[in-house]
C-alpha cells in the first residue's frame, strides 16, 4: 500500500535565506493526526488554522528543509496551500493522486497526474 505520495508546489515555499523549496512528500494523515490539531489553541481560536497544523503533520519533506512544521505551513503562499488542501484530500479520501478528466474538445476521458507541476509541463 502507497503511504507517501511526492508533489510540487506551484510557486514554491521560500525560506529566510531566498531559496525556493517546490518538490515535497505528504504522507497519508492518521486519525491521530486529523484530531491533535483540535486540541491546538490556535485552532480553537480560528478553525480556519486547523488546514496550517494537519499539513505541518504531514508534509515529510519539503526541497532541502531539514525540518517542515506548521510555523513552514503559515508562511507559504496562498495559492501553494491551496495546492496542498486539495492534494491532501485526494490523497486521503483515493488514496492516489489521479483524476478522471474528459477533453473538452474530443470528450475522450482519460486521467491527469495532480502531483503538480508547472503549466504546460507533463
Not at 485552532?43 to 525540518?67: D, F
Not at 479520501?93 to 478528466?101: D, I, L, Q
Amino acid at each position: 500500500m502507497r503511504t507517501e505520495f511526492e508533489f510540487e508546489l506551484p510557486r514554491g515555499y521560500v525560506d529566510d535565506s531566498g531559496t525556493v523549496h517546490r518538490l515535497g512528500v505528504m504522507r497519508l494523515a492518521t486519525a491521530r493526526d486529523e484530531l491533535i490539531p483540535l486540541r491546538d489553541m490556535r485552532v480553537q481560536e480560528n478553525p480556519a488554522y486547523l488546514s496550517v497544523v494537519l499539513l505541518g503533520r504531514v508534509i515529510t519533506r519539503l526541497g532541502t528543509l531539514p525540518l517542515v512544521h506548521d510555523g513552514v505551513v503559515e508562511n507559504m503562499f496562498a495559492s501553494d496551500l491551496a495546492f496542498l488542501q486539495d492534494f491532501y484530500r485526494q490523497v486521503n479520501a483515493e488514496g492516489h493522486t489521479r483524476a478522471a478528466v474528459t477533453c473538452p474538445h474530443c470528450e475522450e476521458p482519460f486521467e491527469v497526474e495532480l502531483g503538480g507541476s508547472r503549466l504546460g509541463e507533463s
